[in-house]
């Protein structure tokens, strides 16, 4: 005997229950995505290497991306993220493209992490980006997507929340500390960091990156401070539009968000799960005005944001929030009475779909309660039995499993029979 | 100036338009595949390149898998096929699955081929496949999905058509002719590249293969016999049940079907183009009795089809039968009239989409001619204009792009008004 060969480790078999989720959650992407009108689109899932070397940090590319050489000797990695596909393509067409430019996509990405709670190798993940535009209510829209993507799959303003915070605003804070500009991307690492450490390792952090004790406080005075956003144009303008989009209640400022990415030039923001599941963000986005720019294209103003589907899947099992799915797309079971009726009930399922019914018809002539025990362990919901009797008087026998009860119709009416008992 | 990262040869980006394609046809092949009850799964997309071992051709993995090491060492290749992973995972979880089981799936695959028409080397491909079943009208039932696919999309049956062969028919009739057991995927290669050698270096290539001038007549009268399948009880089944199924004038016998896959053991199919675009196979598949037991599992018979996503796109777009997609999935625009009315228009297209209705609001108080003219090129049906004099009034200006028509009703009528206006 073989051994079963396993999967790789970080991926996923997504057998018919999983992949309903995976459904679900792309479906609901696309609803969000699209009430806003936001075009599908997708990138290739294998680039070059030297396409991520302008954006992407270091550790993504360097540690977390899967690189090799293909047969031709090209170095090429699978996609870690979406983004600077968007700004080559983009780029390749910037002048035919109508802007503002709203797309959004659902696909697959890789990065070679350490497998753990809501994070596999192998992952999807929504993008929903517009590009052209550079404003605080362009910036609050991504937000209303997200937000009515929340909402979408039940969870409330208490038990999920974006945090928002604005780069300009907190480089001008820490202009006014004399943090020096070559010190920002230290300091908001800093930041970052601040709850994964203990508050004396955190402290003692700050001074290895330069922090004096004066301008330590000043951070941490900085940090606390939830109105700060009320002294900040943009934040206000953002805030007021949110308003206006009806998702003011899903969203709060938090100095402490400063994505790790480089490249975000104004507003930023996380999603988190309140409820304490998963501490990993659920989404993550913000303004980028230099994507297009950096990989070969004139510059163009863009804002975004990224979903994984693994923190997402796990908060809304935690939560209960995933529905009931049904095991098989067709509710309806034709039976096969014996050898000398089966391609009648071939025809009989044919019939059936025709008049636009998903039909499954039980594959050989098993015995009845064989078939029967089939359409229930599958969930279904008639069954359709037509004998040597049945068939002579032009007649079908239409089970329902949920109450049990059976009728015989007309073979020509027995479509209407079962979408009125499919309700 | 930076130079534009050109895309990885043989890969393939999907601006909207390309995208609105591959979801036509991943949605026609769901509707196909669950008429007939087939649930959806996926397998990963990375997999160890052992589990190609058993099952796909030495070709297949050798010389046209994406195959590299991971940081961690493993040798992982980017799928090439799926049957392997659908036999891996029915093969883990065989005692707990529901027989006759019935799959589907729709998904990205790889294999480093050149490009050329019709093969790239990224590419969709759809599987469906039934476990647990051996019979003639299971196989009828695998092409009848694959022929209500190509009805669905508009082809014709004498546009398109699947052509059937049995191995075991062909084993008879090699026996009859006294090719030797171990000749015989020798003689199937023979038969395989018949159509793709001039005669006379085909019969050279038949003498190497060690077939004698008899045999080679015998060879050559059997490819040429339309109706042998009558003499065989495997097919006059299949036949019978595709006539029940409805979808007889799709298929044909054609004794020179002989997959390349070694392990297909009865019914074999491909479905061909008729009217000359691309000679490569739309779709193809088979009966394949020992796949689960060469990976591990316990016999199970098992039926299923492929159908890439290259072929059938080419296929479609030259015929003309790809419909017009809409560009984008909002055609509402709610304008900006100035920024003092800006929030208000916000607030519109919230109330609009609360309502139902997918909305574009334009990002920013633009002149209405510029809005306008947005619409235009978006391919939009309705353009909403709420000024000073509408928001006085309690009202909203509707512009029917199609007829140039346009309408004041109340804003809280808007969207029945404009749910008219979109038919």
Redesign the interface.
């Known amino acids: 005997?073989?051994?079963?060969?396993?999967?790789?480790?970080g991926?996923?078999?997504?057998?018919?229950e999983q992949?309903?989720v995976?459904?679900y959650l792309a479906e609901k992407a696309r609803q969000a995505?699209?009430?806003?009108?936001?075009?599908?689109?997708?990138?290739?899932?294998?680039?070059?290497i030297?396409?991520y070397a302008?954006k992407s940090g270091e550790e993504l590319v360097k540690e977390q991306s899967?690189v090799?050489?293909?047969?031709?000797g090209?170095l090429?990695t699978?996609r870690p993220e979406l983004t600077p596909?968007l700004a080559?393509?983009i780029?390749?067409?910037q002048n035919e493209l109508?802007y503002?430019l709203?797309?959004w996509s659902f696909g697959?990405f890789?990065r070679?992490e350490r497998p753990q709670k809501g994070r596999s190798?192998?992952f999807f993940q929504w993008n929903v980006d517009?590009l052209g535009?550079d404003?605080p209510?362009?910036d609050?829209?991504l937000i209303a997507v997200a937000a009515?993507f929340l909402k979408s799959v039940g969870l409330q303003p208490q038990e999920a929340r974006l945090f928002v915070n604005n780069r300009r605003l907190m480089d001008a804070r820490f202009d006014a500390l004399d943090i020096p500009p070559e010190n920002r991307l230290a300091v908001s690492n800093l930041v970052d960091r601040r709850s994964k450490m203990k508050p004396e390792a955190w402290e003692a952090y700050a001074a290895e990156v330069g922090l004096s004790p004066a301008q330590l406080d000043g951070l941490k005075s900085l940090l606390a401070d939830k109105d700060l956003w009320k002294t900040w144009e943009e934040l206000t303008r953002l805030f007021?539009?949110l308003?206006?989009?009806?998702v003011r209640d899903y969203v709060e400022f938090d100095p402490n968000i400063v994505r790790g990415l480089l490249y975000y030039t104004g507003t930023v923001f996380e999603a988190f799960d309140l409820t304490g599941g998963v501490r990993r963000a659920i989404l993550g986005g913000g303004r980028y005005d230099n994507l297009l720019?950096?990989?070969?294209?004139e510059p163009l103003a863009g804002v975004g944001f990224a979903m994984g589907d693994v923190v997402i899947g796990i908060v809304l099992e935690e939560r209960g929030l995933l529905p009931p799915f049904p095991?098989?797309?067709?509710p309806v079971l034709v039976t096969v009475f014996d050898a000398s009726r089966?391609?009648?009930s071939?025809?009989l399922?044919?019939e059936l779909?025709?008049a636009g019914l998903?039909?499954?018809?039980?594959?050989?002539p098993a015995k009845l309660p064989r078939q029967f025990k089939?359409a229930d362990?599958?969930g279904m919901r008639v069954v359709v039995v037509c004998g040597p009797d049945e068939a002579a008087a032009g007649q079908v026998t239409l089970k329902n499993l949920a109450d049990g009860t059976q009728v015989q119709v007309r073979r020509a009416e027995a479509a209407e029979s079962i979408r009125k008992m499919l309700g």
Chains 1, 2 share one sequence.
């Not at 009108?37 to 290739?44: A, I, K, L």
């Not at 090799?68 to 031709?72: N, S, V």
């Not at 308003?243 to 009806?246: H, K």
């Not at 095991?327 to 067709?330: E, G, K, R, S, V």
């Open positions: 005997m073989k051994t079963i060969i396993p999967a790789v480790k991926t996923r078999e997504f057998y018919p992949m309903a995976r459904n995505a699209e009430a806003f009108g936001y075009q599908e689109w997708d990138g290739p899932f294998l680039e070059k030297d396409l302008a899967f090799f050489q293909d047969r031709g090209e090429v699978l596909s080559r393509m780029a390749a067409r109508v503002p709203r797309w697959p890789w070679y190798r192998e517009m535009v404003s209510e362009a609050a829209e009515t007021d539009a308003e206006a989009l009806g720019a950096d990989v070969g294209g095991l098989t797309p067709a089966w391609l009648d071939l025809r399922a044919t779909r025709q998903n039909v499954t018809c039980y594959p050989e089939f362990r599958m």
